[in-house]
């Protein structure tokens, strides 16, 4: 092999320094990112599943309670209810669902219908302390 022809891109120098300010500001900028993203709020929102029938009966979890506020959202639209009876809990999949029986003002022909609760803002951080807390 001769010398003459190995590429000039692909000789390195070894005695070149490496600039370690560059690495230095990088590091600080992802972990400026990273806290803002920890600390950035957000909005809580449950997904559960409302149950059309001679009544109408709200499918929850325990992360439901403490009811905080009666607002649901159905398409984006924001309704009023009041809680009338609350069943016992059901186990299914290792997981306990309770059977609300709520009053609401709604005309909608279908039997069963996707609600959205809006639960206020959090972060991450304190998503993850209050897990914790749980643990």
Known sequence: MNISKINDSLIYNLNDKIDLKSYYILLMITIIFFIFIICYPYQNISTYKLVVDDSYKLIVDDNFFPIKNNYLYINNKKYN?????????????????????????????????KVVIKRGKTTLFNKFVNNLKGW
């Open 81 to 113: 209810y009041n809680v009338i009876e609350i069943s016992g809990q059901n186990v299914i999949d290792n997981k306990t669902y309770y059977e609300l029986k709520i009053d609401i003002n709604l005309e909608i022909n279908t039997s069963i219908i």
